[in-house]
T-cell receptor, first 108, second 112 residues
């Protein structure tokens, strides 16, 4: 069963425009949700997790249990935000489920 | 401290040959994961080790794929009789339980 869905494979926005990367999940229980990012020629790395409720590099993500969503948002996109973004879920037994990723391009 | 390391960084092999990919996790991390990253396919879970428990092999795509983790540390992913569709970047990650995963640089496998 698809646990994490990222509906957009590719997303392009202009510099300075708001950006939202969508993530929906399917899981019974109380999962932990994460966003991972992979910049060009760099390792995949954690961007943020829902339990910390912090803003990293201007990005925020709110867990909406009613809509089972964990969308990633930034009010003003920057060129350096261009990267591959993966939404991930951690459930019971420490199993991780990743979405298929969204490639974000910020157009100068 | 040292992060997750993987070797080799690149591997080119002929169709039908066997390959072994190695992962050295962060010392003390009890969980180790293998993923496959293909263009347009995102991150595909392969196998997961947690401590001394039996590994979760539910993501292995065929019986040509196997993995082991010796002494709760180093892991090797073996692909037997490689096929062209096995070409991808193979990523290893380690973590402390359900905490953040730390990824290695990956091994780029090309099957000719």
């Amino acid at each position: 069963a698809q646990r994490v869905t990222q509906p957009e494979k590719l997303l392009s926005v202009f510099k300075g425009a708001p950006v939202e990367l969508k993530c929906n999940y399917s899981y019974s229980g109380s999962p932990e949700l994460f966003w991972y990012v992979q910049y060009s020629r760099q390792r995949l790395q954690l961007l943020l997790r829902h339990i910390s409720r912090e803003s990293i590099k201007g990005f925020t993500a709110d867990l909406n249990k009613g809509e089972t969503s964990f969308h990633l948002k930034k009010p003003f996109a920057q060129e350096e935000d261009s990267a591959m973004y993966y939404c991930a879920l951690s459930g019971a037994g420490n199993q991780f489920y990743f979405g298929t990723g969204t490639s974000l391009t910020v157009i100068p | 401290g040292a992060g997750v390391s993987q070797s080799p960084s690149n591997k080119v092999t002929e169709k039908g040959k066997d390959v072994e990919l190695r992962c050295d996790p962060i010392s003390g991390h009890t969980a180790l994961y293998w993923y496959r990253q293909s263009l347009g396919q995102g991150l595909e879970f392969l196998i997961y080790f947690q401590g001394n428990s039996a590994p979760d092999k539910s993501g292995l795509p065929s019986d040509r794929f196997s993995a082991e983790r010796t002494g709760g540390s180093v892991s090797t992913l073996t692909i037997q009789r490689t096929q062209q569709e096995d070409s991808a970047v193979y990523l290893c990650a380690s973590s402390l339980g359900s905490d953040e995963q730390y990824f290695g640089p990956g091994t780029r496998l090309t099957v000719t």
